[in-house]
């Protein structure tokens, strides 16, 4: 079987969400501060070539971007339930849940930290326990302390990381008490190569509240003890900037014209030294 090597970062069914009647979206190249001439379909954007495949022994695996594949999959049926606001099930929000958290780890915005904590995080760390059926022999040892050390285990603790905030019940009780969907056809929602919108954080075990469009007019919103509504309807630029402060190369949109004017209001932000207050204040606007 031919191995993948155009490895999305933001998974192609999430993007699919945000683009126009014909299917693609406007590119912000925020490094070159320019947007791309021609519009872009899901498949060419928000990846990188091999990003997960892993090279050991002069052979190339892609079981990294197998195991996401695994998971787009089961999380892109709870996106469609969710985006119908029909029948909601706890199993959809435990869903978006994941996806969060998934996008927090796999986006271009943690590579950095990503690669600092990756040779430290210890298998007791992310909550799971790997075991050699043997007698507990000097060789079993030597063979687990083989797996801990490789690549490949380093690596998948990347898939690892999002699943460990949800293994807490009462997270996902707090989620899917205090979060709801907003839907505002007003302002197309602006989709960024880091789109997780959450309010700080340095834990890496646990999701804090956060924002995160789902489509170009859906959003979804989590906020511990919350009334579950926007009344501030600058929120809308708000979350659209914070997109676009988070971003480390590319922002995409259904429409030109809201891209330009996010574009504009930022670098004015940018000019007198607010763009931090983006972030600061954005979960203020949610009652």
């Not at 490895?7 to 925020?30: R, S």
């Not at 706890?90 to 986006?107: F, V």
């Not at 579950?228 to 030109?256: G, Y």
Request: aromatic content about 10%.
């Amino acid at each position: 079987m031919e191995k993948s090597k155009r490895h999305h970062y933001v998974p192609k069914f999430f993007i699919k969400k945000f683009t126009d009647k014909d299917g693609l979206l406007y590119v912000y190249n925020k490094n070159e501060n320019r947007i791309l001439r021609i519009k872009q379909s899901p498949k060419a954007i928000f990846f990188e070539l091999n990003r997960n495949t892993l090279n050991l022994g002069g052979e190339e695996f892609d079981n990294l971007e197998n195991l996401y594949a695994e998971l787009d999959s089961a999380i892109a049926k709870n996106l469609e339930n969710i985006l119908k606001l029909d029948n909601i099930t706890p199993e959809d929000i435990a869903g978006i849940g994941m996806l969060a958290s998934m996008l927090k780890w796999r986006t271009l915005g943690k590579d950095e930290e990503f690669n600092e904590i990756k040779n430290v995080l210890t298998a007791e760390d992310l909550s799971i326990n790997i075991s050699i059926k043997g007698d507990g022999n000097t060789n079993d040892k030597k063979a687990l302390e083989h797996i801990y050390n490789s690549e490949i285990f380093r690596e998948t603790k990347r898939v690892l990381l999002p699943i460990l905030p949800l293994l807490d019940g009462s997270k996902l009780a707090d989620i899917h008490n205090n979060s709801f969907i907003n839907t505002n056809g007003t302002f197309p929602a602006l989709l960024g190569d880091s789109p997780l919108i959450e309010r700080s954080n340095k834990d890496f075990r646990v999701l804090e509240n956060f924002i995160l469009p789902l489509s170009s007019d859906s959003t979804f919103i989590y906020k511990t003890n919350c009334r579950k509504q926007i009344t501030n309807p600058m929120f809308w630029i708000q979350r659209d900037l914070a997109v676009l402060h988070l971003a480390e190369k590319f922002v995409a949109c259904s429409d030109r014209d809201h891209l330009e004017r996010i574009i504009e209001i930022y670098r004015i932000c940018k000019e007198n030294n607010t763009e931090q207050q983006i972030m600061k204040f954005i979960f203020d606007m949610i009652d």
